[in-house]
Antibody, heavy 122, light 107 residues
Framework: QVQLVQSGAEVKKPGSSVKVSCKASGGTFSSYAISWVRQAPGQGLEWMGGIIPIFGTANYAQKFQGRVTITADESTSTAYMELSSLRSEDTAVYYC???????????????WGQGTMVTVSS | AIRMTQSPSSLSASTGDRVTITCRASQGISSYLAWYQQKPGKAPKLLIYAASTLQSGVPSRFSGSGSGTDFTLTISCLQSEDFATYYCQQYYSYPQSFGQGTKVEIK
């Protein structure tokens, strides 16, 4: 059974960057799209972007274009999300999630990481 | 971008009740809709995809229906472990988007 294990909580200063990792274990990595979804405290879910590791190209929500970079390392079965120019509004739990049906960029998410809390504070 | 609107935002119900949550898309999304359950401090859990297909391992008291713009999640007989927040998600087009959530609370 595939599991997604994310890196630990981060505290960052405004204007800095954060890079969160998401390591897959127990199954296929490269042929399943991985997305990043964030959730601000007490708020709903927001899709940021995704990547299909075997293809290597990422798609981003327009809101985050220019600030977010999603990459994948097939050799270590790890996906990464880097968010730059951080501001207080970026304080949130960041989740990675794997699609249900493989090489399909847009799909339901059946496997989720445990979440990584990113706090942006001066 | 497609906007997803859930109703109600919250509801109070008792164990054994039948509960219905609706989700409306701002434009047609065929059946490209999923439902998730989220408990405090936990990642969302997939319940239903393709509007009405039950994810493996999810109890049969959960069901989904609808297509186009209007969708429904029904819990036929609410159990104590079902008190949580529920989200719909469209994956018809980029950017994928979620409803604002419906919190199901104990009456």
């Amino acid at each position: 059974q595939v599991q997604l294990v994310q890196s630990g909580a981060e505290v960052k200063k405004p204007g800095s960057s954060v890079k969160v990792s998401c390591k897959a274990s127990g199954g296929t990595f490269s042929s399943y799209a991985i997305s990043w979804v964030r959730q601000a405290p007490g708020q709903g879910l927001e899709w940021m972007g995704g990547i299909i590791p075997i293809f290597g190209t990422a798609n981003y929500a327009q809101k985050f274009q220019g600030r977010v970079t999603i990459t994948a390392d097939e050799s270590t079965s790890t996906a990464y999300m880097e968010l730059s120019s951080l501001r207080s509004e970026d304080t949130a739990v960041y989740y990675c999630a794997r699609v249900l049906r493989g090489v399909v960029a847009n799909d339901a998410f059946d496997i989720w990481g445990q979440g990584t809390m990113v706090t942006v504070s001066s | 971008a497609i906007r997803m609107t859930q109703s109600p935002s919250s509801l109070s119900a008792s164990t054994g009740d039948r509960v219905t949550i609706t989700c409306r898309a701002s434009q047609g999304i065929s059946s490209y809709l999923a439902w998730y359950q989220q408990k405090p401090g936990k990642a969302p859990k997939l319940l239903i995809y393709a509007a009405s297909t039950l994810q493996s391992g999810v109890p049969s008291r959960f069901s989904g229906s609808g297509s186009g713009t209007d969708f429904t999640l029904t819990i036929s007989c609410l159990q104590s472990e079902d008190f949580a927040t529920y989200y719909c998600q469209q994956y018809y087009s980029y950017p994928q988007s979620f409803g604002q959530g419906t919190k199901v609370e104990i009456k």
